[in-house]
């Protein structure tokens, strides 16, 4: 991703897991979000489960939908 591209990261808690595999998570500093797992995580099969903490990657010009980029242990 170009500099001007760069996603705003953040962290937050699952809260729910929605149909075609999209989540709302409760960012740490600011509202409930939209995000979808990365592509990586969907290769790999990694399990996200409602409270589950993760690590956000918001797109600078929409900060309602996100990016799952990491789930921690």
Same mark, same amino acid.
């Given at each position: 991703?170009?500099? @001007?591209?760069?996603? =705003?990261?953040?962290?937050?808690? %699952?809260?729910?897991?929605?149909?075609? $595999?999209?989540?709302?998570? !409760?960012?740490?500093?600011?509202?409930? %979000?939209?995000?979808?797992?990365?592509? !990586?995580? @969907? @290769?790999?099969? =990694?399990? =996200?489960?409602? $409270? /589950?903490?993760? !690590?956000?990657?918001?797109?600078?010009? /929409?900060?309602?939908? $996100?990016?799952?980029?990491?789930?921690? !242990?």
């Amino acid at each position: 991703m170009s500099e @001007k591209e760069a996603g =705003i990261e953040v962290q937050g808690t %699952v809260e729910e897991a929605l149909a075609g $595999g999209m989540y709302r998570v !409760k960012v740490d500093q600011g509202p409930t %979000v939209l995000a979808y797992a990365s592509g !990586k995580m @969907k @290769k790999f099969h =990694i399990r =996200i489960i409602p $409270g /589950d903490r993760v !690590k956000l990657e918001l797109s600078p010009y /929409d900060l309602t939908r $996100g990016r799952i980029t990491y789930r921690d !242990k």
